[in-house]
């Protein structure tokens, strides 16, 4: 019986959809740093980007005390402005659209592909107008995006492109690794992602100019940061752009260095469990397991399967809760943009706008997904959505 309906749950207690893993190296890492002269503005700073940089392919990487605010120091350094657009996908976080608002542009969204849910190529192309200075995709769940199209689209129409790959550190698209495709690739560093900094984000880039702004927007618009002065024994600095203080601190940076040499065997983890969903839940009754296309390799962040609604004496609430019941903590990713209040309110969007994100946000369900999930909690996911979806099926 479903534990919804009085049964005994799969699990005593709930999994998450996912979660950090902090081993002793980390805690020692950043308690050696609490203890040293720089807590924020130090060496782990530039040994943090120097690392991630190397790890991804890439000259320059500049950290951001968020994904999001690496997300508005990349739409700063695009340049973007009142009276531009910039061109991004319904289904995802609030933040990849938010941080075109942050600058005064508009974010014009166009519908997503079927199969992977990530922004459409030919539905992008055809939003693009005189304005269009940008464009954003995002690559959803980890699976990277068509990423060579879009940047081939970008330098045909003289745009810059902003991957927002918060679900795809260590996603390799056609053997390139995610973070050296776009001219600006931006990671998140939460705790539900492949490396955490607690918050935290990157900026990956080979153009010297945009790293250069990326830095001097995340330090105020200053144009020298406090440890060069404190070495040159200078006093004098100049602020040049209007910036933030969004830098990320060295107790942050000194935990990231950390976990970032875990990152091969954090990414084998998640595909290892990826690999046993798929094997293990394909012919489970009433639900669409994620697709792969053959030229990516994605990072897993998470495993989102589409109910197929029409087979079900359910809907998405009732698997929801009966899942939950079992004490599998699924989650939906995500309502798609547009849809929320205040894109509602202030761009006039009423639902109906773009189909294919609107009916696959019906239908997604985040299975549980992290690096720290053992062979049982795998086998605890499996058993609870067969016990489901078997419930559910007619
Ligand atoms: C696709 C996407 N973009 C941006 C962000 C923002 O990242 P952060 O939470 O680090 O600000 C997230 C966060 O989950 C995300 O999933």
């Given at each position: 019986m479903l534990a919804i309906h009085g049964g005994t749950p799969v699990r005593e207690k709930l999994l998450p959809y996912g979660r950090q893993s902090i081993d002793e190296a980390d805690v020692q890492a950043v308690v050696e740093t609490l203890r040293s002269d720089w807590l924020t503005t130090g060496p782990k700073v530039a040994e943090f980007e120097e690392a991630f940089a190397a790890w991804a392919g890439v000259k320059y990487a500049v950290s951001f005390s968020s994904g999001t605010a690496a997300l508005h120091g990349a739409t700063f350094a695009a340049g973007l402005g009142p009276g531009d657009e910039a061109i991004t996908s319904p289904m995802t976080f609030a933040?990849?659209?938010n941080c075109v608002l942050y600058q005064g542009a508009v974010p014009v969204f166009a519908d997503i592909s079927r199969d992977t849910l990530n922004l459409d190529p030919e539905e992008a192309e055809s939003r693009l107008t005189a304005r269009t200075k940008a464009i954003l995709p995002v690559d959803y769940a980890g699976h990277p995006a068509d990423l060579e199209f879009f940047f081939e689209l970008a330098e045909r129409h003289g745009l810059v492109m902003i991957e927002d790959a918060c679900h795809?550190?260590?996603?390799?698209?056609?053997?390139?690794?995610?973070?050296?495709?776009?001219?600006m690739?931006?990671?998140?560093?939460?705790?539900?992602?492949?490396?955490?900094?607690?918050?935290?984000?990157?900026?990956?880039?080979d153009n010297p100019a945009f790293a250069e702004t990326l830095r001097q927007f995340r330090n105020h618009g200053i144009s020298s940061d406090a440890r060069t002065r404190q070495a040159n024994g200078q006093w004098h600095y100049e602020m040049v752009l209007l910036g933030f203080n969004y830098r990320l601190t060295d107790l942050a940076c000194a935990l990231g260095l950390q976990q970032l040499k875990k990152m091969p065997a954090n990414l084998d983890r998640r595909r290892q469990i990826a690999s046993r969903y798929h094997h293990e839940l394909h012919d489970a009754p009433g639900i669409e397991l994620p697709f792969v296309r053959e030229d990516v390799n994605p990072a897993w962040h998470l495993y989102p399967v589409r109910l197929q609604l029409e087979k079900l004496t359910g809907g998405r609430v009732e698997v929801f809760r009966a899942l939950r019941a079992e004490n599998i903590g699924v989650n939906v990713h995500y309502i798609p943009v547009h849809l929320h209040p205040y894109y509602r309110e202030r761009f006039g969007y009423r639902g109906g706008e773009f189909p294919i994100a609107e009916n696959a946000y019906e239908r997604v369900l985040s299975l549980p997904m992290f690096h720290g999930m053992t062979?049982?909690?795998?086998?605890?996911?499996?058993?609870?959505?067969w016990k489901v979806m078997e419930h559910f099926s007619r």
């Open positions: 933040a990849t659209a795809a550190l260590g996603g390799e698209y056609r053997r390139r690794r995610v973070g050296s495709v776009a001219h690739t931006v990671f998140s560093f939460h705790p539900v992602k492949h490396l955490t900094t607690g918050e935290g984000g990157m900026v990956t880039t062979d049982q909690d795998v086998s605890d996911v499996v058993r609870s959505v």
